[in-house]
């Protein structure tokens, strides 16, 4: 089912609604915050893969960019995503007096 709830890449996307079955034990919780944090991984899941900017998934979730970088820093997707070797490399090109 495609429906306008205002999540989406933008408040002007239409977005998709899912049925997920929860397993027992977190059946308790409030329904609502299980489908915030089903919306809030599968955001990070699509950062992690590429598939979204880290602004485009603040977006989505009607977050603003420092407020999801915290909340993606929590779950281990960081604001700065650079391969150590890199850094190394360019950090060792950096002469030392201007480190």
Do not use: W
Request: glycine share 10%; no cysteine.
């Amino acid at each position: 089912m495609v429906r306008g709830t205002g999540y989406g890449y933008n408040r002007h996307e239409a977005s998709m609604e899912i049925t997920v079955e929860i397993p027992g034990p977190l059946s308790g919780q409030p329904t609502e915050e299980l489908a915030r944090r089903a919306r809030l991984l599968l955001v990070i899941d699509e950062v992690r893969a590429g598939r979204l900017t880290r602004a485009a998934a603040a977006r989505a979730l009607d977050m603003t960019l420092d407020d999801f970088l915290i909340v993606a820093g929590q779950h281990g997707l960081y604001a700065i995503d650079h391969d150590i070797e890199d850094f190394k490399r360019e950090l060792k090109a950096i002469p030392k007096g201007q480190r």
